[in-house]
Each structure stands twice: as structure tokens, then as C-alpha cells.
């Protein structure tokens, strides 16, 4: 399975915009972009996913390279509630729901 | 809609005993996966069934095993219990099977104790 690198840790400030990298080097073609966050005591919470364009939801935006190498995981403006660990994620089509979860970037907001 | 329900949230079981979890998907959703979490070790795949079959399965032994009935409904059971067994327990759900383009809804878990 090809493998993500994220930071372990991140700082943020409330209500500023936080960009949570992610390096994916080994992608292939077929391998969708997606993000998980765990909040402190919950299961994991789907944030957003995405191939190849660039993706907006109501939680986030994912801007994803040219070169699908990295993706940013993009909060326009982080609470209090946003503090978890947020993990990037490939899944390829065709192989099964399983999700190879890393260490994730645990997300720190400071009010 | 409702979620993901796990079914106990918490657990204290003793070394040797067997356990089983329980997991309703949300109402549709015919693909169930289990994980084990561990301050150790992370989120770990455990199976994963769909249409009442397994369809993929982690690096585990065969004391942990699963099944899912034809509502869709899944067990996790864990036998001969060991203290390296004390987890939280994550049961996850999707529409589909395989299709990378689907996200999957996660439940609460249930918090294992081993004695």
C-alpha cells in the first residue's frame, strides 16, 4: 500500500486557517486523497476526499498537487472543536473499504 | 439518520474469558469493518464483511473472528482474552464495497478492558 508522512503535530490559532500537510510520493494513479479526524474520545469523523481536483465540503478544502505527491487538508477557520488528530489516508479502487490509518497530525488550536 | 451504535461502550473483562461486541450499521449500509485502537499500536484493521461474507481480513490471530447477519448487523468476538487485548474497538460502515469514492461512517466504539 502506498504510505502517507504527515507531521506529528501542529499548532494552530482559533478562527485563523490551518494547512495540514501531507506527503504521499508513492501514489498511483487510481488512489483517491482522503481525510479521517478523531476527536479526543470519539470514533474517527470523514472530513474530505478527493482524486485529482482540488475539493470543497462544509468542513474543509483539499488542494491536491499536480503531481498527486502531497495534498493540504485546508480549515478556513479553526475552533476549539477542531482540535484532533487528523489523518491522510489512500484507498485504492477496487481493494476493499480496509483504511491503513498512520500517526496522523495532531491538530493543537489555541483560543 | 441515525449513526453507527456499538453495543457495550465499556467492557472489563479477565485474561482467558471471550467477549463479543456488537455493531448496527447505519440503516443501508451493507459493508461493516472493524478496527482495533492501541496507544501503541494506532488504528489497526481487523475485518471487514460485507453481504454477510468477509471480504478482507488484518494481520490478527485467529482468536479474533466476526460475522454479519443479513440486516446487516455484525459481532466481533474475541476469545481466550489476553491483557494486550485492552483496546477501543471501532466498527465502521459504508454503502458500497470497494469503491474508493465512498467515505465510511465510524461508530463510538467499545472500550475493552482486560484484567
Known amino acids: 500500500d502506498a504510505k502517507t508522512t504527515q507531521p506529528n503535530s501542529m499548532e494552530s490559532n482559533e478562527e485563523e486557517p490551518v494547512h495540514l500537510p501531507c506527503n504521499h510520493s508513492t501514489i498511483s494513479g487510481t488512489d483517491y486523497i482522503h481525510w479521517y479526524r478523531q476527536l479526543p474520545s470519539q470514533g474517527p469523523e470523514y472530513v474530505i476526499h478527493?482524486?485529482?481536483s482540488n475539493v470543497n465540503n462544509r468542513m474543509a478544502s483539499l488542494a491536491i498537487a499536480e503531481d498527486r505527491k502531497s495534498s493540504t487538508l485546508i480549515l478556513h477557520r479553526a475552533t476549539l472543536r477542531d482540535a484532533a488528530v487528523y489523518y491522510c489516508?489512500?484507498?485504492?479502487?477496487?481493494?476493499?473499504?480496509?483504511?491503513?490509518f498512520g500517526g496522523g497530525t495532531r491538530l493543537m488550536v489555541k483560543p | 439518520k441515525a449513526g453507527v451504535t456499538q453495543t457495550p461502550r465499556y467492557l472489563i473483562k479477565t485474561r482467558g474469558q471471550q467477549v463479543t461486541l456488537s455493531c448496527s450499521p447505519i440503516s443501508g449500509h451493507r459493508s461493516v469493518s472493524w478496527y482495533q485502537q492501541t496507544p501503541g499500536q494506532g488504528l489497526q484493521f481487523l475485518f471487514e464483511?460485507?453481504?454477510?461474507?468477509?471480504?478482507n481480513k488484518g494481520n490478527f490471530p485467529g482468536r479474533f473472528s466476526g460475522r454479519q447477519f443479513s440486516n446487516s448487523r455484525s459481532e466481533m468476538n474475541v476469545s481466550t482474552l489476553e491483557l494486550g487485548d485492552s483496546a477501543l474497538y471501532l466498527c465502521?460502515?459504508?454503502?458500497?464495497?470497494?469503491?474508493?469514492?465512498?467515505?465510511?461512517?465510524f461508530g463510538p466504539g467499545t472500550r475493552l478492558t482486560v484484567t
Open positions: 465502521a460502515s459504508s454503502y458500497r464495497l470497494g469503491l474508493a469514492d465512498y467515505e465510511q461512517y
Open positions: 464483511y460485507f453481504s454477510e461474507t468477509q471480504r
Open positions: 489516508i489512500l484507498r485504492l479502487n477496487n481493494a476493499g473499504n480496509m483504511l491503513t
Open positions: 478527493g482524486l485529482t
